[in-house]
T-cell receptor, first 117, second 113 residues
């Protein structure tokens, strides 16, 4: 299994450009999330999805859009890139809620390093 | 504001010593998870402890949870160079959506040979 696949691995954008970060998982996970990680900091939740057709905002959603048309894919769109969006972006997926243990472990992609100039 | 906060922010120890890092959180949780992140890589799940558990072991890892103090600790025994990484705790608040997992800012662990 490939797990969680993110593309591209690296990207440089000019201010004002738009782009889509791709995320795909082959584990039939219901739950998918996008995080950003800035130097020396933890992960901040941007958007998440509890299943196809359902998305919701996380801690830092402004400037980003998501959609979930299939279980496998959860793309993140930057509408008009700004230097403040320079960061490493991680996509994660999980089975979701398990009655025995609550929220189940998340599997992460390798990240997309985005630079906005 | 972040749900989980790790302490210390950075830790440097000699190989073979034990490493302890702590996580505090703010609201009631279903479970608490610890993850490791090697430099430039994605996070890898280490261990999950449920809110009704007090201690859990996995190999050289020992996790404790004190829900009355809203805190957890991760102990790595007999540290190795390969343990050099950042360690994060992650929590889901009891009354929020299942996938809204919040991470702390992490502890950077360095193992000196």
């Amino acid at each position: 299994n490939a797990g969680v696949t993110q593309t591209p691995k690296f990207q440089v954008l000019k201010t004002g450009q738009s782009m889509t970060l791709q995320c795909a998982q082959d584990m039939n996970h219901e739950y998918m999330s996008w995080y950003r990680q800035d130097p020396g900091m933890g992960l901040r939740l941007i958007h998440y999805s509890v299943g196809a057709g359902i998305t919701d905002q996380g801690e830092v959603p402004n400037g980003y859009n998501v959609s979930r048309s299939t279980t496998e894919d959860f793309p993140l769109r930057l509408l008009s890139a700004a230097p403040s969006q320079t960061s490493v972006y991680f996509c994660a997926s999980s089975y979701g809620y398990d009655r025995g243990q609550g929220y189940t472990e998340a599997f992460f992609g390798q990240g997309t390093r985005l630079t906005v100039v | 504001s972040q749900q989980g906060e790790e302490d210390p922010q950075a830790l440097s120890i000699q190989e073979g010593e034990n490493a302890t890092m702590n996580c505090s959180y703010k609201t009631s949780i279903n479970n608490l998870q610890w993850y490791r992140q090697n430099s430039g890589r994605g996070l890898v799940h280490l261990i999950l402890i449920r809110s009704n558990e007090r201690e859990k072991h996995s190999g050289r890892l020992r996790v404790t949870l004190d829900t009355s103090k809203k805190s957890s600790s991760l102990l790595i025994t007999a540290s190795r160079a390969a343990d050099t990484a950042s360690y994060f705790c992650a929590t889901k608040t009891r009354y929020s959506s299942a996938s809204k997992i919040i991470f702390g800012s992490g502890t950077r662990l360095s193992i000196r040979p």
